[in-house]
């Protein structure tokens, strides 16, 4: 079989890391696009990450910045990869309304960069689409792929309209593209400023005896948390099934961000009420309350299904944190 050669853009993000490693185990050559910046971004990936001089290197690391399209042809005749995945994004849902202008450049704008260097560079790969379960906003559980689109914040908007830009080359171009449409999904390697991971730090860096309140938004918003390496997982089987197509990939459950931190404190016995406090800075100005996907297709296209469900998932991650603090 000829080599196989990756992209991915957001290889430093958690997503991106877990991919490298599984694209890596699986033969491939990995390349990533980072962006410079004066601190190291690299931590999620530096444990995969050889020397490029090493005879065993297979993961290569090129900068640019999804705001800079000349760049990305030239990083694709560079590299000539077979599969693209286009996973980096402004990715955080509240500072999209701090930042609606930005994130609509990276974000929307990013994606259709990434689409014309691939059609103006004629490399011939297979290219997936970080869609995600915020597009479907105030739309009401359950939702699958055909569900409609009723997006509650830029950074939705702006996936919105990376989805039919994926779609519209597919269409007019015939690229091999895929949205997979991802419900929420985390890890130990989570950004530290999405719920689920201030929570789960706050709980080691409280059970260490380093910080005593925990101030969050809105405890009543639902959402479908699975375990990302799972979800990566599904991007790859996207881009080995025989057509193009568009997936929802999630647990089929949902939980409320109260039930979450209720089962997080819970395993570290500790008593949330005793240490978590409303903040309205974290409120939103739109909310998405509901999401429930239903991942039918990916079950009957491309056989995944979620292994890990919530509350094994709330274990993993407090456990983690816990470790890594020796708390
Ligand atoms: P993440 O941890 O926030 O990672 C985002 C990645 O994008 C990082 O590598 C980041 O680089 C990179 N990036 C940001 N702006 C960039 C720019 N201007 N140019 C180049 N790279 C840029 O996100 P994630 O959780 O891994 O999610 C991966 C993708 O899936 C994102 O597109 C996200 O919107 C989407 N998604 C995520 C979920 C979820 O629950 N995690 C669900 C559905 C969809 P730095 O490290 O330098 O910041
Ligand atoms: O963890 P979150 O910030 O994730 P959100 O907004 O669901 O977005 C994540 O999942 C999307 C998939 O649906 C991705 F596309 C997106 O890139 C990102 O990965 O917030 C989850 C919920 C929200 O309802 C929020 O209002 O938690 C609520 N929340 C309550 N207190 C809080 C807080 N969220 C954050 N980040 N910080 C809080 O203090």
Redesign the pocket.
Known sequence: MSQQVALI????????SYLAEQLLDKGYVVHG???R?STF?TARIDHLYLDPHDPDARLFLHY????DGSRLVTLLERVEPTEVY???????VRVSFDEPEFTGD??GL?TTRLLEALRVSKVPARFYQ?????MFGATPPPQNENAFFYPRSP?AAA?VYSYWMVRNYREAYGLFACNG??????SPR??ET?VTRKITMAIARIAAGLQDVLYLGNLDARRDWGY?PE?ADAMWRMLQADEPADYVVATGTSYSVGDFVRMAFEHADLDWEKHVKFDPRYLRPTEVDDLIGDATKAKDVLGWQAQTFTPELVKIMVDADRARLGA
Request: a negative charge; charged letters at 15%.
């Open positions: 853009t957001g290889i430093t993000g958690q997503d991106g696009l980072i962006r910046s971004n640019g910045d999804l705001t286009h996973l980096g994004a402004q990715s955080h990276v974000t990013g970080a869609s995600s379960s915020e950074y996936k449409i991802l419900f929420n999904h985390e989570r950004g999405f990302a979800y």
